[in-house]
């Protein structure tokens, strides 16, 4: 498939239509929704995603995600023991999602401390979504220990059902860590991933997961992270489209049938490509830690264990091994984004032949 890409790439015009973009000459509140919660996305991350300049901004046309410490957000006493409550009044300012505790937390009452990291996480659910395209996103990923980054998509309607039923494409997952001590692979590589299954704890996405090294820091530089997304397949790749890192084959085989599950079928009567066959929008996140194993035990400057019943206080309490690597005087940090353009593909582009 490399091979059919590289050389319809060396014959044929590309011609696509632009139909959204953002080149972050400010913040555009028409274009992006914060997220405000400290639910840990599932998987007990130890950020808190809110609306703050500290954590989002725009400097020199381009855009920040940076996390920093509760700490300095709250003090250290009240993160230890305090009782936190983000459900807002406004529109604007209200808790988006309470699952796993996100809009309220008592430190003393449960013994865990208030998520140590403030963070940020920007959604389009609001103001675009599409269903197949080719989308770019010219970016540079942070560095330090425990940050995770991630440039994707979720479907806007879940029309199959909860996730991941309904389907989702990660075109960037990474780990700040630098690569020569993150055997899992660091800030020097990234993973593309489709998540989808009938139900949770059915997720099939190891058949649709790559991870590409790219031996040098991604930190350091921006990069074009893209994705190609037909009825036939989704690619995704790096700088060019010829450097394709996960390719998926949807023309010949439903999801259901590559799952090999019985049962209920969430897709029954679509087409092979469900539930990838829905309108999707973007997500833009710089999470911290977790205890999922994205961070695997002992590697990547991990600093606790995923069975630690009080991992957000064994993480902030040997904040002097981790927080060194963050460069915390800096920007070096902050997941930067330089522009995203999405494109329709035309009944002529080179992506649909």
């Known amino acids: 498939m490399k091979q059919a890409i590289t050389a319809l790439l060396s014959t044929m015009v590309v011609a ?9 000459d400010k913040l555009d509140f028409n274009k992006w929704q914060h997220e405000i919660t400290m639910g840990g996305g599932g998987n007990w991350e130890f950020e808190v995603y809110r609306n703050n300049r500290t954590n989002s901004f725009v400097k020199d046309s381009t855009l920040f995600l ?14 230890m023991y305090g009782d936190y409550n983000i459900w807002g009044s406004n529109p604007a300012d209200q808790c988006t999602s309470n699952a796993f505790w996100g809009c309220e ?43 995770w980054p ?13 996730w991941p039923a309904s389907g989702e494409i990660d075109i960037v997952e990474s780990r700040g860590s630098d690569g020569a001590t993150c055997a899992a692979g660091g800030n020097d590589a990234f993973a593309s991933t489709l998540h989808w299954g009938p139900n949770w704890d059915s997720d099939a996405y190891i058949q649709t997961s790559t ?40 023309s010949t085989q439903s999801f259901w ?47 606790y264990t995923d069975n630690d ?17 963050w460069n915390p005087d800096s920007n070096d940090s902050a997941m930067k984004v330089d522009s995203i353009k999405v494109w329709s593909l ?8």
């Open 16 to 24: 696509d239509t632009l139909i959204w973009e953002d080149n972050f």
């Open 346 to 353: 035309d009944e002529d582009s080179v992506f649909l032949q």
């Open 150 to 162: 991630a440039i994707w998509m979720l479907p806007k309607n879940n029309e199959f059902g909860n």
């Open 66 to 79: 940076k996390p920093t410490t509760t700490a300095d957000a709250l003090t250290e006493e009240s993160m």
């Open 105 to 147: 937390r008592n430190a003393a009452a449960s013994g865990n401390w208030i998520n140590p990291i403030m963070s940020s996480r920007l959604r389009t659910v609001n103001s675009f979504s599409t269903t197949y395209g080719r989308v770019e996103i010219t970016a540079q990923l942070p560095k330090g220990d425990m940050i």
């Open 257 to 303: 049938e590559k799952g090999g599950w019985t049962g209920f079928n969430p897709w029954n009567g679509e087409a092979n490509n469900a539930p990838f066959n829905r309108e999707f929008y973007l997500i833009l996140n710089v999470a911290v830690g977790g205890t999922n194993g994205y961070f695997p035990d002992g590697d990547c400057g991990k600093t």
């Open 309 to 325: 019943p009080r991992a957000p206080n064994t993480f902030w309490s040997t904040k002097d091994t981790w927080m060194p690597t």
């Open 211 to 250: 991870q590409y090294v790219h031996h040098e820091s991604l930190a350091d530089a921006m990069h074009v992270y893209g994705l190609i997304w037909t009825e036939d397949r989704l690619t995704t790749y790096i700088d060019s489209p010829e450097n394709v890192v996960l390719d998926v084959d949807m």
